[in-house]
């Protein structure tokens, strides 16, 4: 190329999910089957009854239109709806932006908030896209570490340690991609008041939250969440529709104004199917998305029973929902090494540690979202297996 590349996007690594299907792709062809623990994504299909709906949009010519920049009112409206039977949550349409997916929402967020040189705090382990999004940006990733202990759930004293006059944002995920825990109401209300008090934003990543029992928290029953709370949402897991890119961002009507104006030149708008697609789930498929919560939450229960029965030489250290984070046995190699090692003797496909911050080259992350519960059992006799 005859012209320079921006060298805060050259200086971001690759994302991981394609390095490991590269390993994957040079296994030999008498290889066992593979098996794949890479993705979080579910292995079920939306219901019957929405794909029949969207067959019936899809004929409307009015469907092939634009939106407003932050969605038709009457979806944003059902969201709302929805967070007050959810979260009794103190919420209107202006507090509500519809985005492409939740990494559109992420970068939405972090382009409102900050400059480059500026510096956002995440906890270890965090989502792998929002240092490599920083990253782009030229904004500085500032890790909480993780220890076993606390399982990733992120402790006010330490994050307070790591605020500068520099930070604008706390990032937290919750429940946890990777680990799979949820952040408890009481810490999460009390970093939510650290944020307040040194006036910067708590952004909080709830890709996962309809996986949670019950209420996932009570921030949004503060009269005045918005004036510290940022919210990415995602309904890709909710109704099975990753492949749709229905997201949101939830803050503050002034948050949202400044907002559009990037979502304007960004990707004007969510698309008007997924927007369609998304009301139908609001308001009609609350049941069907318990049944899913209940299914996987059953998932990882008989695979954490099995993963830990004597045996096993990789150890699990936290999990939930879609996932499980676990320890590798392979000492002095990283989780990279480990990773590929999986791929090759075992056929399984795994996350490194080390995608998901500093200081983890000793884990993997296995996403459960692929498995069916028959299954199982030979995942984790492979696992056994491995030399
Ligand atoms: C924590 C987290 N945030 C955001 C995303 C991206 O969500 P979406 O597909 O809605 O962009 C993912 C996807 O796996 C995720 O795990």
């Known amino acids: 190329m005859r012209f320079t590349l921006n060298d805060h996007v050259r200086s971001v690594r690759e994302p ?52 407003p920049d932050e969605g038709l009112p009457e979806v944003r409206e059902a969201v709302c709806a929805r967070y ?40 270890a382990p965090c989502y792998f896209d929002h240092p490599m999004a920083l990253g782009a940006l030229g904004v500085r990733a500032v890790y909480a570490p993780f220890t076993e202990k606390e399982q990733g759930v992120p402790n006010p ?29 009481g810490r999460l209300s009390e970093l939510y008041f650290l944020a307040q008090r040194h006036r910067i934003a708590l952004v909080l990543d709830e890709t996962y939250g309809d996986f949670v029992e019950g209420m996932p928290h009570d921030l949004f029953t503060l009269a005045d969440w918005h004036r510290t709370l940022v919210q990415v949402q995602s309904f890709g897991k909710t109704y099975a529709l990753t492949g749709y890119r229905a997201g949101l961002l939830a803050a503050a009507p002034e948050f949202i104004r400044q907002a559009l104006k990037i979502q304007d030149t960004m990707a004007v708008c969510q698309p008007r199917i997924t927007q369609q697609a998304l009301k139908y789930g609001l308001e009609h498929l ?58 090759q003797e075992a056929g399984i496909m795994t996350l490194p540690g080390e995608a998901f911050g500093p200081g983890l080259e000793e884990y993997l992350r296995l996403a459960l979202g692929n498995i069916r519960e028959s299954a199982i059992a030979e995942v984790v006799r492979r696992f056994r297996n491995v030399s």
């Open 286 to 343: 609350d049941a069907w998305v318990e049944e899913n919560r209940l299914k996987m939450s059953l998932r990882n229960s008989l695979f954490a029973a099995e993963f830990v029965k004597p045996g096993n030489r990789f150890r699990l250290v936290a999990g939930g929902g879609f996932f499980a984070w676990v320890k590798h046995p392979f000492s002095g190699r990283s989780s990279r090494q480990a990773a590929q090692r999986l791929v």
């Open 16 to 67: 991981p999910i394609g390095e490991v299907r590269g390993w994957a792709a040079t296994r030999p062809p008498e290889a066992p089957e593979l098996i794949d623990l890479c993705q979080a994504v579910p292995d079920y299909s939306p219901p019957e009854e929405l794909l029949a709906y969207l067959q019936q949009v899809v004929r409307d010519p009015l469907t092939c239109r634009y939106t």
């Open 84 to 123: 007050r039977r959810r979260y009794r949550a103190r919420v209107d349409g202006d507090h509500i932006c519809l985005t492409v997916g939740a990494s559109q929402a992420f970068w939405l967020s972090m382009l409102v908030l900050c400059h480059a040189g500026d510096e956002v705090i995440l906890q």
């Open 157 to 185: 004293a330490v994050i307070e340690r790591l605020i500068t006059p520099r930070t604008r944002a706390i990032v937290l995920v919750t429940p946890s991609n990777p680990t799979g825990v949820a952040i408890p109401h």
